[in-house]
């Protein structure tokens, strides 16, 4: 079946640090592919998104390539703000389904 | 444009009470969700709807009932609350998932604790 895996967190980080959260996923067919934040006390919100091979989706200063050789689809910030202190979702809709499959959650604290 | 509305935002069941959690879309949008969040375990899919008056089970959809009477709305029904369903509930709805390239749009969440 489908699946999303991705890191565990939570991931602490200085302020302009660098971030890659990973992401692979299993799906049949060709899945649209979804970061999401949810930050404290709120619901998701799409932060980017990609619907093919080699597609970059970003948003905010945030980037992730879909990778259908590796299937993955990685977040990446080069230089984080206190401000993008939240949990980060992956997650992929498959063609031919009604769903969205999401990953645990990777808990993102960025420290001044 | 409120989009995804979420009733109540914060919720205490004795067990054994019986609730109900109403979703309100103002997108005209065919698909609708409810997820569970918990500690550790991401979102998981509780039931979903394809469209009017159509329902489905998803991945944990045990304890709970739903309804879409009306396209933008889908209420979650808890018949006899356990601990066991203490977590975060939260509604979804989308356009056309899987077709292409539309998101799932998020309601603010219902925070639910059976004692």
């Known amino acids: 079946g489908n699946s999303v895996t991705q890191m565990e967190g939570p991931v602490t980080l200085s302020e302009e640090a660098f971030l890659t959260i990973n992401c692979t996923y299993t799906?049949?067919?060709?899945?649209?592919l979804f970061w999401y934040v949810q930050y404290p006390g709120e619901g998701l919100q799409l932060l980017l998104k990609a619907t093919k091979a080699d597609d970059k989706g970003s948003n905010k200063g945030f980037e992730a390539t879909y990778r259908k050789e590796t299937t993955s689809f990685h977040l990446e910030k080069g230089s984080v703000q206190v401000s993008d202190s939240a949990v980060y979702f992956c997650a992929l809709s498959a063609s031919g389904t009604y769903k969205y499959i999401f990953g645990t959650g990777t808990r993102l604290k960025v420290l001044a | 444009n409120a989009g995804v509305t979420q009733t109540p935002k914060f919720r205490v069941l004795k067990t054994g009470q019986s609730m109900t959690l109403l979703c309100a879309q103002d997108?005209?949008?065919?698909?609708m969700y409810w997820y569970r969040q918990d500690p550790g375990m991401g979102l998981r899919l509780i039931h979903y709807?394809?469209?009017?008056?159509?329902?489905a089970k998803g991945e944990v959809p045990d304890g709970y009932n739903v309804s879409r009477l009306k396209k933008q709305n889908f209420l979650l029904g808890l018949e006899s609350a356990a601990p066991s369903q203490t977590s975060v509930y939260f509604c979804?709805?989308?356009?056309?998932?899987?077709?292409?390239?539309?998101?799932?749009?998020f309601g603010q969440g219902t925070r639910l604790t059976v004692v």
């Open positions: 709807s394809v469209g009017e008056g159509t329902t």
């Open positions: 979804a709805s989308s356009y056309s998932p899987g077709l292409s390239d539309t998101e799932a749009f």
């Open positions: 799906a049949t067919g060709y899945p649209s």
């Open positions: 997108m005209n949008h065919e698909y």
